[in-house]
């Protein structure tokens, strides 16, 4: 369990028995323990500055879509327009918050740079709840950069993210807003085989941008797939954009 990757490792147990047979099966394994919270995961990207912390933009997780991928706590991707429609300005401004806080500790401890956030909202409490700190340079960095290079002149994550290691003041500029974009990932599924080749061909004709993988592993990436528009109509529903990519990889 503890070298498990993008939710590989985590498990909902519905009852005693379930409980048991792991506890048979992995008699002297630690395992971290949590209640349910069931709604949306989002993420946002910082940097830890010499004076402040930098946020990035807020995306919403995508995570354990069937037509993506079979395991349904692994994530998938990134939306950043829907963060817009299902949070409130005073939402987004908390998560921001949050993040402020963990780089202001992290900054204590000698952190420069990247890192990133994930929290989930608890849609029965209307509530927030900060579910890990990722120390490193986030996955969706990249994506984001680039549709912050699209979207206006202003910095993206990843140029904050130099400017901090190499000791340049970061105050003087803002980091581009961006309120669109999303990407997906196609992870290798146990009954799917694809054809990657005439998959990124589709897409690519149908205006997205696709790196393909070459991975034959269980679960790992086939293809990352990034548009300029969102992909993501409501939490866990596809929009028409998402379900073109769906159909054009099927």
Known sequence: FNHAHTGEGTKIIKNAGELSELARLFPNRPARVSQYIDGPVFTLNAVVTEKETSCGNISYQITGLSQFTD????????????????????????IRGIAQACGARMKKDGW??????????????????????????????????????MSGTDKTIFESHISSLLGLQATSYKLQAIKNGAQILMRK???????????????????????PYEN???????????????????????????????????
């Open 189 to 211: 599924k146990s009954n799917q085989r694809i054809d990657i080749k005439k998959a990124r061909a589709k897409l690519e004709s149908a205006g997205f941008s696709v790196i």
């Open 216 to 250: 034959e592993v269980l679960n790992k990436e086939l293809l990352r797939i990034r548009s300029d528009k969102g992909i993501m109509k409501s939490h866990e529903k596809l929009n028409s954009v998402g379900e073109a990519i769906a159909s054009l990889i099927s």
């Open 71 to 94: 395991n349904p706590f692994s994530t998938i991707g990134n939306d950043w327009a829907l963060p817009h429609k299902i949070l409130s300005e005073k939402e987004r401004e908390e």
């Open 112 to 149: 420069q740079g990247l890192f990133g956030i994930d929290l989930i909202y608890d849609t029965k409490n209307k509530k927030i709840f900060l579910l890990e700190i990722n120390a490193r340079q986030p996955a969706s960095t990249t994506c984001e950069s680039i549709l912050q290079k």
